[in-house]
């Protein structure tokens, strides 16, 4: 019996999760030219979310979002979302992706931070000031600030490094303001970037560090990924040959403290102490071919023919682990 996977997506899809349209009609071709049969479904509201699932029959869900939202621009975790995996655990229809505890947690990055922390994961020194509290006093600088629930660097810029009391307070403050959503204090780390690629589960899984290079003239004030030097061609990754071991146990000790399943990437970056720290395991990474930091890690590793033939594997091998976990091989 042919196997079925419905993806579906919706406005925040480029924002949330691994792309827009464009992104979801080539995963779309990809997986129908595996041989696995796939529709897309773009929902704006519970309502057109309820009326796709009432009619399903798919095998397993693939969705670019986290929750439902009509906003296209900004991520946060809204204390009235309805989260894509409650809603199919409600009606025990599987997915691909981690439960949605997991979603939850890897969406607050304090939350992500904290429970790594307690598993004796490397993370930096980290504090939430959410709006109307206050800082505390003792910050060590230089300190990184950025918002506690975004992705793709929104909201990281060189002001993002604040070396005395005044930038905090003016960063956190235009954070709450702007964002409106809790300031995440951090460490400031120095060091180089990396970004480790976790595929499958059990047998099947992969974990594949590579390094994140941007050439130094594209760089402000501090050599730290703004928003606006992703998704440009800017940054390249690279098989690291520093720090290769390291980032492979530190991403398999994170995601396995998150219960994280089929399909991740954990960034990490180097401290001044010259060791790793995770800086946020993305629970929906980018699948934009050749661009997204996924399809370019596997190629690296797993270098096919052609860049599509890279991409179309690596989908592969997203769904044969999938479908095997939920006891469906394909």
């Not at 699932?53 to 946060?76: N, P, T």
């Not at 204390?79 to 890897?106: C, F, H, V």
């Not at 604040?162 to 400031?188: F, T």
Request: proline residues 5%; aromatic residues 6%; negative net charge.
């Amino acid at each position: 019996m042919k196997r079925e996977v419905l993806l579906v997506t919706g406005p925040g899809g480029d924002a949330q999760g691994w792309g827009n349209m464009a992104v979801t009609e080539v995963l779309n071709d990809t997986i129908n030219a595996l041989g696995v049969k796939c529709s897309i479904a773009y929902v704006n509201n519970r309502r057109e979310f309820d009326d796709v699932m009432d009619k399903a029959s798919c095998d397993l869900v693939w969705s670019s979002l986290y929750y439902l939202s009509e906003r296209e621009d900004i991520v946060g975790a809204p204390d009235d979302a309805e989260w894509i995996s409650d809603l199919l655990d409600a009606r025990n229809i599987p997915y691909i992706g981690s439960s949605a505890q997991t979603m939850k947690d890897l969406i607050l990055k304090f939350v992500t931070h904290e429970i790594m922390a307690k598993a004796g994961v490397c993370v930096p020194y980290h504090v939430l000031v959410n709006p109307g509290e206050n800082i505390p006093e003792e910050i060590p600088f230089p300190a990184f600030v950025k918002p506690n629930g975004e992705s793709r660097s929104v909201g990281i810029s060189d002001r993002s490094v604040v070396k005395d009391r005044a930038e905090l307070e003016a960063q956190v403050a235009w954070v709450h303001s702007e964002l409106g959503q809790g300031a995440l204090i951090e460490e400031y780390l120095p060091g180089d970037e990396y970004t480790v690629l976790m595929l499958g589960n059990g047998e099947h899984q992969e974990i594949l560090p590579g390094k994140v290079t941007v050439d130094e003239t594209h760089y402000g004030k501090f050599r730290i990924l703004r928003s606006d030097l992703r998704g440009v061609g800017l940054t390249k990754v690279s098989i690291p040959t520093e720090h290769f071991d390291e980032a492979v146990e530190l991403c398999r000790k994170a995601t396995d403290a998150l219960k994280c399943m089929d399909h991740v990437r954990a960034d990490m970056r180097v401290g001044a102490d010259g060791r790793l720290r995770i800086i946020e395991v993305n629970g929906i990474p980018g699948l934009k071919p050749v661009k997204s930091w996924s399809p370019q890690i596997f190629s690296l590793y797993h270098p096919q023919e052609t860049p599509e033939a890279d991409y179309r594997e690596m989908i592969r091998t997203i769904l044969v682990s999938a479908f095997a976990r939920i006891g469906k091989p394909l």
